[in-house]
């Protein structure tokens, strides 16, 4: 969630980029305007496209369509022509509706107006620092699922699922919207980077698991209670009323091992004749085929959005 910011000398802005690394911020040096106004609304809209994307792409499905137009507006600053407005198209996809999709769709279509009011050598700066963020995000993605902490204190990979730092996405809302809030909430603001991405993988199974249920014609919401759990009401099964799960994993505001964001996720089956709940399974959340085997077909309905799948 590059945030980016004005220093001002005299009648002219530099536009600064700012982000958490290992240790502490880091800041460089973007771009300098003789526009005050226009710097402003250059650094403003960076940050909106930076701040959404970063918080895509951990959580959201519509996360490669975000990243495809950002690389086509770079496309175009690298050009000569006017650059044209950028149209992301949500369509097909769950999280089309989610507010950092929507937020950075709506900035693409007005950015190019600020962006064609700017000098060759401007226009190549801000492709190559639109660049960077991309490759940042692209090693968060690389890196965290195999556990493994960026190479470089300064790479831009330390500050992912966070919530961002200008805008404040994330903090907020149901999941996966509000997937870095829901971290924060279930196993507090210390984790390493690498325990974030467990995290994630469970609130984002969790997410999705909630949505296929719904599809199926089920009910399901999620719910951080004593830990962090799906709530499943799955249509058929003998009673007519349906079959009962709960899928958790335990928050860990205790600090005990079992409740580290790599413990396994649990599957329970309440059994509504007499209240009973039997404990099913243990499974690690990118486990599509035990999820499948253990709670149905149904979970299919939906796909886990899982980075590791995109190479």
Same mark, same amino acid.
């Given at each position: 969630?590059?945030?980016?910011?004005?220093?001002?000398?005299?009648?002219?802005?530099?536009?600064?980029?700012?982000?958490?690394?290992?240790?502490?911020?880091?800041?460089?040096?973007?771009?300098?305007?003789?526009?005050?106004?226009?710097?402003?609304?250059?650094?403003?809209?960076?940050?909106?496209?930076?701040?959404?994307?970063?918080?895509?792409?951990?959580?959201?499905?519509?996360?490669?369509?975000?990243?495809?137009?950002?690389?086509?507006?770079?496309?175009?600053?690298?050009?000569?022509?006017?650059?044209?407005?950028?149209?992301?198209?949500?369509?097909?996809?769950?999280?089309?509706?989610?507010?950092?999709?929507?937020?950075?769709?709506?900035?693409?279509?007005?950015?190019?107006?600020?962006?064609?009011?700017?000098?060759?050598?401007?226009?190549?700066?801000?492709?190559?620092?639109?660049?960077?963020?991309?490759?940042?995000?692209?090693?968060?993605?690389?890196?965290?699922?195999?556990?493994? *902490? +960026? &190479? %470089?204190?300064?790479?831009? =990979?330390?500050?992912?699922? /966070?919530? @961002? $730092?200008?805008?404040?996405?994330?903090?907020?809302?149901?999941?996966?919207?509000?997937?870095?809030?829901?971290?924060?909430?279930?196993?507090?603001?210390?984790?390493?980077?690498?325990?974030?991405?467990?995290?994630?993988?469970?609130?984002?199974?969790?997410?999705?698991?909630?949505?296929?249920?719904?599809?199926?014609?089920?009910?399901?919401?999620?719910?951080?209670?004593?830990?962090?759990?799906?709530?499943?009401?799955?249509?058929?099964?003998?009673?007519?009323?349906?079959?009962?799960?709960?899928?958790?994993?335990?928050?860990?505001?205790?600090?005990?091992?079992?409740?580290?964001?790599?413990?396994?996720?649990?599957?329970?089956?309440?059994?509504?004749?007499?209240?009973?709940?039997?404990?099913?399974?243990?499974? *690690? +959340? &990118? %486990?599509?085929?035990?999820? =499948?085997?253990?709670?149905? /077909?149904? @979970? $299919?309905?939906?796909?886990?959005?899982?980075?590791?799948?995109?190479?």
């Amino acid at each position: 969630m590059t945030s980016y910011s004005l220093m001002s000398s005299g009648p002219r802005s530099t536009v600064l980029a700012t982000w958490p690394g290992a240790d502490g911020d880091q800041t460089v040096k973007i771009t300098t305007l003789d526009d005050g106004e226009l710097a402003r609304d250059l650094a403003v809209y960076l940050t909106h496209v930076s701040e959404g994307t970063w918080d895509a792409a951990p959580w959201l499905d519509t996360y490669p369509v975000i990243e495809a137009g950002v690389s086509t507006l770079v496309d175009h600053l690298r050009g000569t022509g006017s650059i044209p407005r950028i149209d992301l198209s949500g369509a097909g996809h769950r999280h089309g509706e989610q507010w950092s999709f929507f937020d950075v769709a709506e900035v693409l279509l007005d950015l190019p107006e600020v962006l064609n009011r700017l000098t060759r050598a401007q226009r190549l700066t801000v492709a190559d620092e639109l660049t960077t963020d991309a490759a940042g995000r692209a090693e968060a993605l690389r890196t965290l699922p195999v556990r493994q *902490d +960026p &190479a %470089d204190g300064t790479s831009r =990979a330390w500050q992912a699922l /966070e919530v @961002t $730092r200008a805008l404040g996405n994330g903090r907020l809302g149901p999941l996966p919207e509000g997937g870095a809030g829901w971290l924060v909430r279930a196993w507090g603001g210390e984790l390493s980077l690498v325990d974030r991405w467990a995290a994630r993988d469970r609130l984002a199974r969790i997410e999705q698991l909630v949505a296929a249920c719904r599809q199926s014609g089920g009910r399901a919401e999620p719910r951080l209670d004593s830990d962090l759990h799906a709530h499943l009401v799955v249509p058929g099964g003998g009673s007519g009323a349906g079959e009962v799960f709960y899928v958790s994993v335990p928050s860990g505001h205790h600090g005990s091992p079992d409740e580290r964001p790599t413990a396994p996720m649990t599957i329970k089956h309440l059994h509504l004749a007499d209240g009973t709940v039997d404990e099913v399974h243990v499974l *690690d +959340p &990118a %486990d599509d085929a035990g999820f =499948a085997e253990t709670l149905g /077909e149904w @979970t $299919r309905l939906v796909p886990w959005p899982d980075p590791r799948a995109d190479g």
